[in-house]
């Protein structure tokens, strides 16, 4: 990390790399691309550098709308919005399932709002929402709704436990954070509009109740990857344990 050296080692760095020897790769990381030294913007100048960081929620949907493009595809607005809501801030993520419909499309050459419940991969990433929400806002039997339709799509508890730890893991920082929610860099597997709402979601809930539901979904971690479980039962005695108990 660039910036964490000393001031001298900087200065060596930056003379090295005006005349850097052949066949030897130096890799010069910053954590915080806002925040950078004198030297750090002497060095971008003279190597140049890659921004891998998250894109902020507003230069999401011009990746989206970009993705559309490459794959000669024109594309509404909604579309773009619910695509980046449900999938989330992962670009890697997001092209994926922009090439997904595009693939389905075929030759067609634009994408309506409309069609959005022919994917069904998308119609899948809509029914997690709604279970996540219902068990966010401890709306039991929503929840079990929510359930009953997402098991009869063929999806499964596996498939589940990492978005519902992550929803539980995010419910915990915002306890821990004596109510405040930092501000993340990095991807997390939550729609967008959930994320933004978890300061709010936290209050139906105890510390205690968090943890309690964490441990759970270990319990049923380990069973599901044994072999001995049942996807109804396992998802009902979670909502049960974590959602129904007050």
């Known amino acids: 990390n660039f910036q964490r050296l000393k001031s001298k080692q900087?200065?060596?760095?930056?003379?090295?790399?005006?005349?850097?020897?052949?066949?030897?790769?130096?890799?010069?990381?910053?954590d915080d691309f806002f925040k950078k030294t004198n030297n750090l913007n002497k060095l971008e100048k003279l190597i140049g550098y890659v921004d891998v960081q998250t894109p902020l929620n507003y230069e999401i949907k011009k990746w989206v709308k970009y993705f559309f493009k490459k794959n000669g595809v024109k594309v509404e607005n909604k579309v773009?919005?619910?695509?980046?809501?449900?999938?989330g801030d992962s670009l890697s993520n997001l092209k994926n399932e922009v090439d997904k419909i595009c693939l389905f499309k075929g030759n067609e050459k634009k994408v309506l709002f409309h069609e959005m419940d022919l994917f069904s991969f998308l119609v899948s990433n809509r029914q997690r929402k709604e279970l996540l929400f219902s068990i966010a806002?401890?709306?039991?039997?929503k929840s079990i709704?929510?359930?009953r339709v997402i098991l009869t799509?063929?999806?499964?508890?596996?498939?589940?436990?990492?978005?519902?730890?992550?929803l539980l893991q995010e419910l915990l920082f915002a306890k821990m954070n004596n109510g405040?929610?930092?501000?993340?860099?990095?991807?997390?597997?939550?729609?967008?509009?959930?994320?933004?709402?978890?300061?709010?979601f936290?209050?139906?809930?105890?510390?205690?109740?968090?943890e309690k539901g964490l441990i759970e979904l270990g319990k049923i971690d380990y069973r599901q990857k044994t072999g001995n479980?049942?996807?109804?039962?396992?998802?009902?005695?979670?909502?049960g344990v974590f959602v129904g108990t007050k």
Do not use: A
């Not at 806002?137 to 039997?141: G, I, Q, T, Y």
């Open 180 to 200: 405040t929610y930092p501000s993340y860099k990095g991807y997390i597997g939550l729609p967008l509009s959930l994320k933004s709402k978890i300061l709010s």
């Open 202 to 210: 936290k209050e139906f809930y105890t510390l205690d109740e968090i």
């Open 145 to 147: 709704l929510s359930m």
């Open 10 to 30: 900087q200065d060596e760095i930056l003379e090295y790399v005006k005349k850097p020897l052949e066949n030897h790769l130096l890799f010069i990381i910053n």
């Open 153 to 166: 799509q063929s999806d499964s508890m596996l498939s589940l436990i990492y978005p519902l730890t992550t």
């Open 80 to 87: 773009v919005d619910t695509l980046v809501d449900l999938v």
């Open 229 to 239: 479980s049942n996807d109804e039962i396992d998802l009902l005695q979670f909502l």
């Open 137 to 141: 806002e401890r709306n039991f039997s």
